[in-house]
T-cell receptor
Framework: DAGITQSPRHKVTETGTPVTLRCHQT?????MYWYRQDPGHGLRLIHY???????DKGEVSDGYSVSRSKTEDFLLTLESATSSQTSVYFC??????????FGQGTRLTVV | AQSVTQLGSHVSVSEGALVLLRCNYS??????LFWYVQYPNQGLQLLLK??????LVKGINGFEAEFKKSETSFHLTKPSAHMSDAAEYFC?????????????FGQGTTLQVKP
């Protein structure tokens, strides 16, 4: 299995609070991604990174920000959590032209 | 814009029966296509990928998929279902012609295998 660790694995937070999810890789892959998984929607891309400090928006980026200060770490921040951000969040990594490898996911509940 | 459509959100088969999960894509460029499997409370695992080599792609666990450009399809099959195949399956296409690896996913198909 690719070395991808997501933390925390589960989190419950209150509406309006900031939340940060962490993705850590040991594979030295260039690309890192954050997806959210919701029933009936499959997985949708939130943000991705193509290098240290190089990030770009995905399909559903509103309300989210990311940072990548080191090759191995990619952080996803919900600035002010809302109930619509209750979801399962997956981090993925890949090399150019190759398949993506996924982490185990973080289940986030916003109450 | 690229998109992926999986026909049937739930498919139920008997153990030993043929598994057929349907995926159609739209893409303005030659696509890279993938099938991933997700077991309960786990991440996604790559089953197989098409990257413009052979049109019939063999994957893990006895699954295979055939790329048909004329039908814009990439259906997933397995000759004989096993109980352990029960999971959710996702078809995906790489977004655009760039090399960024961004994936566009279908909605997913849950496979139920009955004894």
């Amino acid at each position: 299995d690719a070395g991808i660790t997501q933390s925390p694995r589960h989190k419950v937070t209150e509406t309006g609070t900031p939340v940060t999810l962490r993705c850590h890789q040991t594979e030295n892959h260039r690309y890192m991604y954050w997806y959210r998984q919701d029933p009936g929607h499959g997985l949708r891309l939130i943000h991705y990174s193509y290098g240290v400090k190089d990030t770009d928006k995905g399909e559903v980026s509103d309300g989210y920000s990311v940072s990548r200060s080191k090759t191995e770490d990619f952080l996803l921040t919900l600035e002010s959590a809302t109930s619509s951000q209750t979801s399962v969040y997956f981090c993925a990594i890949s090399e150019p032209g190759a398949e993506a490898f996924f982490g185990q996911g973080t289940r986030l509940t916003v109450v | 814009a690229q998109s992926v459509t999986q026909l049937g959100s739930h498919v139920s088969v008997s153990e030993g029966a043929l598994v057929l999960l349907r995926c159609n894509y739209s893409s303005s460029v030659p696509p890279y296509l993938f099938w991933y499997v997700q077991y309960p409370n786990q991440g996604l695992q790559l089953l197989l990928k098409y990257t413009s080599a052979a049109t019939l792609v063999k994957g893990i666990n006895g699954f295979e998929a055939e790329f048909k450009k004329s039908e814009t399809s990439f259906h997933l099959t397995k000759p004989s279902a096993h109980m352990s195949d029960a999971a959710e399956y996702f078809c995906a296409v790489v977004h655009g012609s760039s090399n960024t690896g961004k994936l566009i996913f279908g909605q997913g198909t849950t496979l139920q295998v009955k004894p």
